[in-house]
């Protein structure tokens, strides 16, 4: 059940700091994303947006899983080494 809990708040997290970035993109001109599925998928319009949200939310993903994958090694080795 704890681990249940710990994905869903990732998850949580991951599509709370998309959807912020997005509106930020939208909204206030902050940097994008690479447009890497744009050359996959062809879209325009509302589609092109869509495309960019799930890119977003990708990247997210990738960049909290990294953060959170790190702080669990340092806490496994502070662990083994007896360091608290």
Same mark, same amino acid.
């Given at each position: 059940m704890k681990l249940f809990a710990s994905l869903i708040g990732y998850l949580l997290a991951v599509f709370v700091v998309g959807q912020v970035w997005w509106y930020m993109w939208m909204h206030h001109g902050w940097v994008g994303?690479?447009?890497l599925l744009h050359k996959f998928f062809f879209a325009d319009g509302e589609a !092109?947006?869509?495309l960019t949200l799930i890119e977003m939310l990708i990247? !997210?993903?990738l960049v909290l899983g990294a953060?959170?994958?790190v702080l669990l090694l340092r806490k496994d080795r502070s662990n083994r080494t007896g360091d608290m």
């Open positions: 994303t690479p447009k !092109s947006f869509n990247i !997210s993903a953060i959170v994958g």
